[in-house]
């Protein structure tokens, strides 16, 4: 799986790296802040776009929940 397409948004104020692969799957990371040594990132990978993203942000705020 090789991503094809990267686009990189605000969503809900966090940033969003949203990458399409190879086989039409999602991967999306989202993040508090860029370029933060300390960063915490969400994760999700979904068939859907948007699901994709909602499993990033929930990720990120258990994550940043766990950490704190």
Known sequence: M???E???F???GKFIELYRMSDNT???FATEYLDNDDE???VG???DRESAIKLAL???YVETKNTR
């Open 26 to 28: 999602y991967k999306a």
């Open 2 to 4: 090789q991503p094809v």
């Open 10 to 12: 605000k969503k809900k």
């Open 45 to 47: 990978e979904s068939d």
């Open 6 to 8: 990267r686009e990189m």
């Open 58 to 60: 929930q990720d990120l």
């Open 40 to 42: 915490i990132v969400g």
